[in-house]
């Protein structure tokens, strides 16, 4: 048995179970005859078998150094650690697909298990094996991980260096395909619904799966930011790249379903909208692969290039329009004919699902304008980074005011006691503004100190509300902790203000300042006093590494380096951040004296609250976990609510 046999069976096992699930699951279905259905489940642990067998072979070659393998030779070099090794399967895009393929027979594993009623669990199964047949049939065919090589080299060449500058890049990939794939179970259930007519029970189901999946979503999309901010060397955490944006639209998306499910779940309505978003939703995380691996952008993710792009486009429009053709089928059936008063809790849950929608719109417009450019007219544009800015600054700032609003008021319409919530609100609001502004911040900035404090006092406000109810009703006021749905979207909700806060501020007030410093001299710049002692060569194995050596007055010696790949004809920076809770202070190094290291280009850059942003990031995850935890579904499923 070799790694390449072991591989190439693993796949073709998985592609056959899937394909004989999708058949078993739709006969199932069709005949009304639960045995093929039972059939269709006794695949789901096969298929994850096989599927992890190939993947552990992948691992296999990896850490044997099994040069015969095209992948193992364009990606692996027997020099790299062993860290870089065992992630080296989602460095590029054989490994990547294989990744995606293992996590989507976990994610069909688990729905599988789920209690379900016949009907719909033939559809839900169905779509997922289908989505499984899908990613195994291109590795079987376009974009196998175990292509082997008639002469294999004595060594490779390593991942590219970006993916081995930072051990981020063990956590960002596969939170972000956690995130991806995990969207494809409320797509099944979506589906399942929308073919046996089934609407309202779909969406509590739904709306767990899709947290599990945004929370993923999210971590993954900060990780990758923190990736973004100290490997790339600019000193940024979002640059509107077109594969970040192309990540951002599924979060969006699937934000806008988990308000608006909330009033399916609560009033029965919006169903029609909890379909389209659901299904854009998975769609969209296709189109984001599909532009990661297509090529047709240029991207800082353009290591994961191939030729799938085809692929990925076809099953992206296959997705899109079997969701949209099912809901087109059932509009009637699901469409709202009850009256919302615009100011209710349903108003602005709907009012906030169309600015992240909207959003999402804007996203889509500013990344695919210049491909469609390009495609009609032949010419070349850029959309760059005022565009995004300048559509997404109001955007932002409405959800942050329908957010601290919204869970105040009552449903149905409104009472007296939400609008002195709101008086109080929009004073706490313009205090705050009024307050950044006589310190002299931007008008932006101000308004995002109010919108800070206006977030704070709104959850005050709710943590209060759900108290004093306990307490008026004899119970232990410290119950309400117990309530997880509603404590963990507090933790959540505050986490984006405080995410919001921290980009107003690192947008607005980044200071950065270069110059070249001789062997002791001094530079005194944004508070602090630097003092360049010479440079120092380290031979780490696969690469050579140069490192400043700067005393500041404040944090010590600091030590910004760039690092030298083989593979690479220019060096890459490595910059030295430290986070204090005011600012960054991210050190570079630029150049130096490449003959006797007396002298060496700095540039110093200056951040504020970024290390909020990192904070918040925590609190998402933290809050989502609390959410998720078992006894929240059982209360849930109870319909008990201890607050």
Avoid: C
């Avoid at 899109?320 to 699901?334: F, K, N, Y």
């Avoid at 980009?503 to 003092?531: H, P």
């Avoid at 809770?581 to 050190?587: E, L």
């Amino acid at each position: 048995m070799t790694p390449a046999l072991l591989g190439n069976l693993g796949v073709s096992l998985a592609l056959a179970f899937s394909l004989l699930g999708l058949a078993l699951a739709l006969l199932a279905y069709f005949q009304g005859d639960g045995r093929f259905l039972k059939g269709a489940k006794s695949l789901l642990l096969p298929t994850f078998l096989a599927a992890l067998a190939a993947f552990l072979a992948l691992e296999w070659a990896l850490l044997t150094h099994d040069f015969s393998l095209a992948y193992v030779a364009k990606n692996h070099s027997v020099k790299d650690p062993l860290w870089v090794t065992l992630v080296t399967p989602w460095a590029a895009l054989e490994g990547s697909i294989l990744l995606w393929g293992l996590l989507q027979t976990l994610y069909t594993l688990l729905a599988g298990r789920r209690a379900l009623d016949p009907w719909r669990a033939s559809w839900v199964l169905a779509v997922l094996f289908g989505v499984q047949v899908f990613f195994f049939g291109v590795m079987a065919t376009i974009a196998s991980p175990f292509e082997t090589l008639p002469n294999p080299p004595q060594d490779g060449v390593g991942p590219n260096p970006l993916l081995q500058n930072h051990w981020m890049m063990a956590v960002h990939p596969v939170l972000m395909y956690l995130g991806f794939v995990g969207l494809s179970v409320p797509y099944a259930y979506a589906v399942a619904a929308m073919v046996t007519r089934r609407y309202q029970t779909w969406v509590e189901e739904t709306r767990w799966w899709t947290l599990i999946a945004w929370g993923f979503l999210t971590a993954g999309k900060v990780a990758g930011m923190w990736w973004s901010y100290e490997v790339l060397g600019w000193g940024g955490y979002w640059a509107w790249d077109p594969v970040e944006n192309a990540s951002f639209i599924p979060w969006l998306l699937a934000t806008a379903f988990l308000h608006t499910a909330l009033v399916q779940q609560t009033r029965g309505a919006f169903k029609a909208w909890n379909f389209a978003f659901v299904t854009l939703a998975f769609a969209a995380t296709v189109l984001g692969t599909f532009l990661t691996r297509s090529g047709v952008i240029q991207s800082v993710h353009a290591f994961a290039e191939g030729p799938v792009g085809p692929a990925f486009l076809g099953f992206f429009l296959l997705a899109t329009l079997l969701g949209l053709a099912l809901l087109s089928r059932v509009s009637r059936e699901v469409r709202d004919t009850a009256f919302f008063h615009p100011f209710s809790r349903e108003g602005a849950l709907l009012l906030g699902a169309f600015f992240f929608a909207g959003w999402a719109l804007v996203v889509v417009l500013g990344t695919f304008y210049p491909l469609l450019v390009e495609a009609f007219a032949g010419a070349k544009v850029s959309v760059g980074a005022p565009f995004f800015n300048q559509l997404s600054a109001p955007l932002g700032a409405g959800i942050l005011l329908l957010m601290g609003v919204g869970p105040l008021l009552p449903w149905r319409r409104p009472r007296a006691e939400a609008l002195r919530n709101l008086y109080l609100l929009l004073g706490v609001l313009a205090l705050g503004t009024l307050l950044g502004l006589a310190r002299g911040y931007t008008v932006g900035a101000s308004l995002a100190v109010g919108l800070f404090l206006y977030n704070v006092a709104a959850i005050l406000l709710l943590v209060r509300e759900g108290v004093l109810g306990r307490v008026r009703a004899g119970l232990s006021p410290w119950g309400f902790l117990e309530n997880r749905r509603r404590v963990g979207s507090l933790v959540v909700h505050f986490a984006v203000a405080l995410m919001g806060l921290g980009i107003a501020f690192s947008q607005t007030y980044r200071l950065e300042s270069e110059k070249t410093l001789y062997r002791g001299e001094s530079w005194e710049v944004a508070g602090l006093r630097l003092t360049f002692q010479g440079v120092r060569v380290l031979d780490e194995g696969r690469r050579f590494a140069v490192e400043a050596r700067v005393q500041t007055d404040r944090f010590g010696e600091v030590g910004p380096r760039l690092h030298f790949y083989p593979q690479m004809n220019s060096p890459l920076p490595a910059p030295k951040v430290v986070y204090t809770p005011g600012n960054d202070y991210y050190f570079l190094l630029m150049d130096f004296d490449r003959e006797k290291g007396e002298w060496a280009s700095l540039r110093l850059i200056v951040t504020p609250l970024v290390f909020w942003m990192w904070v918040a990031g925590g609190l998402m995850a933290l809050g989502t976990l609390y959410i998720l935890w078992p006894q929240a579904r059982r209360e849930e499923a109870k319909g008990v609510s201890p607050a």
